[in-house]
Structures are given as C-alpha cells and as structure tokens.
C-alpha cells in the first residue's frame, strides 16, 4: 500500500514543479519561445526533474 501511495505522490509533484517552471518560461520573451527547450533545461530544478 505505501508503494501506491508513493506512486501516486510522484506524478502529482511532477506536474507540480513543472507548472512552476511553465510560468518562468512563458515570463520569458517570445524571442525565447523557439529556445523554450534550451531555457527550460538550465534550470537547476527542471534539470533534476528531467534526469
């Protein structure tokens, strides 16, 4: 029962840190739209989350 529940936690924090970082990268101007992949990558946290 604890692996579910810890199953269910890591998608819902997933989503969570990543709709903090989407805000960032819209914060960003459009000229950096097309680099949004490149943008997105340097952070720290998105880096941990990604790998």
Do not use: C, H, Y
Request: net charge negative; proline share 14%.
């Amino acid at each position: 029962m604890d692996g579910r529940a810890i199953g269910a936690l890591q998608p819902v924090a997933f989503p969570v840190n990543f709709s903090s970082q989407r805000p960032r990268a819209r914060d960003t101007p459009p000229e950096l739209g097309d680099d949004k992949d490149a943008v997105l990558p340097n952070d720290s946290p998105l880096s941990a989350a990604g790998r």
